[in-house]
């Protein structure tokens, strides 16, 4: 399982939310396909059609994350992410990236970064939609970086 860029635009422009009183992220729009990361109920949805993450939904319990000062990469580019998978996408399936991973939390910056290591070096990091940058190392997942809008 791989990704890849492969377009030069955002996905969505809007407002990624976090809504803290349900410990969730609100979907930006439908999806086929979600690729569960392995902590609570947190995904990225995939469209079958076009294999392009477009969504980050999912339970996501805020009493797990790690708080921590976080550094964002600095060579971030924009542009739609391609999940590449040797197998047909099904509608309404999904699988598991990772069982466990931490969440970590800036409260400066009230940045996420879900990662299984903040030491391990990207040689990619695209921002798909706003505030939703997904690092990559030779098209492996590396980390998902979140700065959503909280509510209550």
């Known amino acids: 399982m791989t990704f890849s ?19 969730s992220y609100e979907p930006i729009r439908g999806s086929d396909y979600t690729i569960m990361l392995g902590c609570s109920y947190l995904g990225l949805d995939i469209s079958i059609n076009t294999n392009r993450i477009i969504n980050i939904t999912g339970y996501c319990s805020k009493h797990t994350w790690i708080p921590k000062a976080l550094v964002l990469p600095d060579d971030i580019v924009v542009g739609a992410v391609r999940f590449n998978s040797d197998e047909e996408l099904l509608r309404g399936l999904g699988e598991y990236l990772f069982e466990e991973i931490p969440i970590y939390y ?7 970064c879900i990662t299984k ?13 706003r505030n939703c940058i997904l690092s990559l190392s030779k098209g492996k997942f590396v980390a998902l970086w979140l700065n959503p809008e909280y509510k209550d």
């Open 117 to 129: 290591n903040l030491d391990v070096k990207s040689d990619e990091n695209i921002e798909f939609a």
């Open 5 to 23: 860029r492969d377009s030069d635009k955002l996905i969505y422009d809007g407002i990624l939310t976090y809504f803290e009183n349900e410990f």
């Open 106 to 112: 800036d409260k400066t910056t009230n940045w996420c």
